[in-house]
C-alpha cells in the first residue's frame, strides 16, 4: 500500500495543496475568510445548485439507458458483439470539447435537428444531459456488464425453479450481487459530470456553468487565483463526502460471489423478449452514439481528403510540429500512464481487498476516487506550480504528462478490480497458503486466474482515459509535443475552415485509434476457445 499512497501523497495531494496555498495564503498570512465570502455569492451558490442536480439527472439518466446494454454484453451472444463493444467504449476516450462539438453539430443553430425539424437544443440542459450520457454511457456497460458476465445464471435460475418470478429472480438474486459494481458505475458517471468543463462550456453558452467551468473562469480568464483556490476546496470537500459515503455502503453490501467462465453465461437471444431487448439496445447506439460519431466524420471529410492532408503541415505558430504528430504522443503517453495506473491501481485494490485490511486502509478507497472530483485544471496547474524544483523538477520531462493521465486511470483500476478481487472466497487463498504456496504464488495462482479478465477491463479502461484526457494535459503538454485532444482543442480555439476541418480530422483520427486499440484488446481477452 505504500506504493499507492506514495504515489498520490506526490502528484495529487502535493500539487492540489500548491495551487490552494497559492489563492488563500497572502503575504505568509491565510485568508480563510474569503471562502465565506466566495461561498455567499449568489451566483455562485446557483453554480453549485445546478452542478450538483445536472450530475444527479446525468447519472440517472445514463444508468437507465445503459444498464439494458450491459445485460445484452453480459448475457447475449451475437455476431459483431465485439466491434459493437469498441464502439460503445469509443465515446469515452473523445475530448470533451469534442463531445460538445458533436452534438452542437446535432443540436445546434444549422445543425442536423434544425435542418430537419427547426428544434434547436443548445444552451439548454437538455443538451448537456444528452452529452454526458453519450460520454458516459461505456462506463456503466463495462463495469457492470464485465462483473454480471462472471455471475453464475444458476443461481438466478434455481430460485424461478421455486416459484419465483423472472422479476423477482432478478431484484432477489441478481441485483444484490451486481449492487457493487451498479454503486461504482454510478458514482463514477456521477464524478465526471459534476466535474464536467468542455460539453457544458459549449453546450451551456453563458446559462450553465458547472464549477469546474467557474474555476478555469477564475484561473484563466480573470485571473483571480483566490476564487479558483475556495471553488477547488468546496468541490474537494463534497467529493470527499460523497465518497466516504459511498465506500461505507458499498463494504457493507459486498460478499462472496460465485464467479464463473463469461463464456458459458453468453446464449443466443431466445424468445421475443430477448430480441426487441437486443433491437432496443441496438438503436439506441445506434442514435445516441454513433450518430454524433458519424457528424465528426462527414465533418472531417467537407473537403475531401484535404483536412486529413494538412495535417502533416507544420504551421510554425500554434504547432511547434505537424498536427499528426500528436497521433504518435498520444499513444506513447497511453502506454505509459496505462502501465503506471495498472501498477499502482492493482497494488491499491489488493490492499483494499484484504479482509484485515485496517480502517486506515479502508479509508483510503475513498481517497482513490478524488482525481475523478477534483478540477483537472487545478491538478494541471499544480504541477506547473509544485514539480517545478529540485528534487523533482519535472517541467521539461515528458514524464509528467503520463503521470497525469494515471492519476485519472488510476481510479477506474480499483473500481474495477475491486469488487471482484473482494468476491475471491478467501477459504481458497487459505488452503493454498496451508499447502506451503507463498504469497505471490497465491496471488498468482488463486486471484490471478479470476481477475485477469478485470485487469484487462481495467487496462483498457485506463487507455481510454489517457487517451481523452485534456483538463490537466493541457496545462503541461509542450507545444513541441501535444496530445490529441490538446491539439483538437488548439484547432477548435483559432477561427476558419481549415482548423476546424482539421480538428474534426483528428478527432476521427482518434476515434479510429481507440476503436482499434479496444478490437486488439476485446481479441486479447480470450482465445479461441473463449477461455482465460
Given amino acids: ?32 475568510g474569503r471562502i465565506a465570502d466566495v461561498v455567499g455569492q449568489s451566483d455562485i451558490r446557483h453554480v453549485l ?32 458483439k465485439q466491434v459493437l463493444r ?12 469534442v463531445v ?7 443540436v445546434g443553430r444549422g445543425g442536423l435537428l434544425d ?22 454511457y461505456a462506463v456503466v456497460v463495462r463495469t457492470v456488464g464485465g462483473l ?40 463514477m458517471v456521477f464524478l465526471f459530470t459534476f466535474t464536467s468543463f468542455g460539453v457544458v462550456q459549449i453546450l451551456g453558452g453563458p446559462t450553465f456553468s458547472t464549477l469546474e467551468v467557474e474555476i478555469y473562469r477564475q484561473t484563466s480568464e480573470i485571473f483571480d487565483l483566490s476564487t479558483a483556490a475556495v471553488l477547488t476546496i468546496v468541490q474537494f470537500v463534497a467529493v470527499g463526502a460523497i465518497l466516504a459515503v459511498h465506500a461505507w455502503t458499498v463494504r457493507r453490501r459486498e460478499s462472496a460471489l460465485r464467479l464463473v467462465d463469461p463464456s458459458v453465461t453468453a446464449r443466443r437471444p431466445r424468445g421475443a423478449g430477448q430480441w426487441a431487448l437486443l433491437a432496443g439496445v441496438l438503436a439506441t447506439v445506434a442514435v445516441l452514439l454513433v450518430l454524433p460519431l458519424a457528424v465528426l466524420v462527414r465533418r472531417s471529410l467537407d473537403g475531401g481528403f484535404g483536412y486529413y492532408r494538412a495535417l502533416g503541415d507544420a504551421d510554425g505558430g500554434t504547432f511547434l510540429v505537424a498536427p499528426i504528430q500528436s497521433v504518435v504522443n498520444s499513444l506513447q503517453y497511453a502506454v505509459a500512464a496505462t502501465a503506471i495506473a495498472v501498477v499502482i491501481g492493482g497494488l491499491a485494490a489488493a490492499a ?24 483537472a485544471v487545478t491538478v494541471g496547474f499544480g504541477f506547473l506550480i509544485a514539480l517545478d524544483k529540485p528534487p523533482l523538477d519535472l517541467r521539461q520531462s515528458w514524464i509528467l504528462v503520463p503521470l497525469a493521465q494515471a492519476l485519472v486511470g488510476v481510479p477506474f483500476v480499483v473500481r474495477t478490480m475491486l469488487p471482484v478481487l473482494r468476491a475471491v472466497d478467501e477459504r481458497l487463498r487459505e488452503a493454498a497458503a496451508v499447502l506451503g504456496a507463498s504469497p505471490w504464488r497465491v496471488w498468482r495462482e488463486v486471484d490471478l486466474p479470476m481477475v485477469r479478465r478485470a485487469l484487462l477491463v481495467a487496462a483498457g479502461f485506463a487507455f481510454a482515459v489517457s487517451l481523452g484526457e485534456f483538463g490537466a494535459t493541457v ?51 480470450t482465445d479461441r476457445t473463449g477461455e482465460f
Wanted: aromatic fraction near 10%.
Fill in 1 to 32: 500500500m505504500l506504493g499507492p499512497v506514495a504515489f498520490f501523497a506526490v502528484f495529487f495531494a502535493w500539487p492540489v495543496a500548491a495551487i490552494v496555498t497559492r489563492g488563500l495564503k497572502v503575504d505568509g498570512v491565510w485568508q480563510f
Fill in 49 to 80: 445548485w445546478f452542478t450538483t442536480w445536472q450530475a444527479l439527472a446525468s447519472t440517472a439518466l445514463t444508468l437507465l439507458a445503459a444498464l439494458p446494454a450491459a445485460y445484452v454484453f453480459a448475457r447475449l451472444d451475437f455476431p459483431g
Fill in 86 to 97: 469498441a464502439v460503445v467504449t469509443v465515446p469515452f476516450v473523445l475530448p470533451t470539447v
Fill in 100 to 106: 460538445g462539438t458533436a452534438f452542437l453539430a446535432l
Fill in 115 to 136: 435542418e430537419l425539424w427547426g428544434v434547436r437544443l443548445d444552451t439548454t440542459v437538455w443538451a448537456i444531459l444528452l452529452a454526458h450520457v453519450f460520454f458516459n
Fill in 148 to 187: 454480471w458476465s462472471q455471475l453464475d445464471p444458476r443461481q438466478e435460475e434455481a430460485a424461478r425453479m421455486l416459484g419465483v418470478s423472472p422479476l423477482g429472480a432478478w431484484r432477489k438474486v441478481t441485483l444484490p450481487a451486481l449492487a457493487p459494481a451498479v454503486a461504482a458505475a454510478a458514482l
Fill in 352 to 375: 483494499l481487498a484484504r479482509r484485515d485490511a485496517g480502517r486506515l486502509v479502508r479509508g483510503f478507497d475513498a481517497l482513490l476516487m478524488l482525481p475523478l472530483g477534483v478540477s
Fill in 475 to 525: 496545462f503541461i503538454a509542450r507545444p513541441d509535443n501535444p496530445t490529441l485532444p490538446v491539439a483538437v482543442a488548439r484547432l477548435l480555439s483559432r477561427p476558419g475552415d481549415l482548423n476546424y476541418g482539421q480538428a474534426m480530422a483528428l478527432s476521427t483520427i482518434l476515434m479510429v485509434v481507440c476503436a482499434v486499440a479496444l478490437l486488439v484488446l476485446e481479441r486479447l481477452r
